[in-house]
């Protein structure tokens, strides 16, 4: 899962565009909303990490030079984007035809919290909306376990819609 070319290119654009902040307020910050917020802001959540996604997916396009990606290449940049930004660690990936299961752990959005179902929309909202700023082709997704569940592994499944 290792590409030295691809985590150099998201090292280098991480360092000129990416901000450094600490894990622990963002934590904090997004457990509170999602406590205090109530039912429904799921939809927000997921919406708003699909724009963030998208606009990841154009950076990703300009660091590839390439506009013809597989799956599995555009997996590389979106591993090394998470790990790198220190928003998730991604443990394993299983891509089929038109499906990909990806497994992460400490998931910034999850880290210190207990929840009875997955909290970690705005993830699952970016993963789809980079896979299809890229592959040019509609994807969702959705977290089907999440550590906040006190589960080993965020599961994330992404679906090309047909």
Do not use: H
């Amino acid at each position: 899962m290792e590409n030295l070319e691809v985590k150099r290119k998201v090292e280098e654009f991480l360092e000129e565009e990416g901000v450094i902040f600490p894990k622990g307020p963002i934590n904090e910050f997004y457990s509170q909303f999602v406590k205090l917020s109530g039912f429904g802001i799921g939809g927000l959540l997921t919406f708003s990490g699909k724009k963030a996604g998208k606009l990841a997916g154009g950076y990703i396009k300009k660091m590839a030079q390439n506009d013809n990606l597989s799956p599995k290449e555009l997996l590389d940049y979106v591993f090394n984007f998470l790990e790198g930004s220190g928003i998730a660690k991604i443990e394993s990936y299983d891509v089929q035809n038109d499906k990909i299961v990806i497994k992460a752990k400490n998931s910034i959005f999850a880290q210190g919290v207990e929840n009875k179902k997955p909290i970690c929309m705005p993830l699952a909202g970016a993963l789809s909306g980079v896979f299809e700023e890229v592959l040019d082709q509609e994807w969702e997704c959705k977290e089907v376990e999440c550590q906040a569940q006190k589960k080993e592994n965020c599961i994330f499944e992404l679906k090309r819609k047909s």
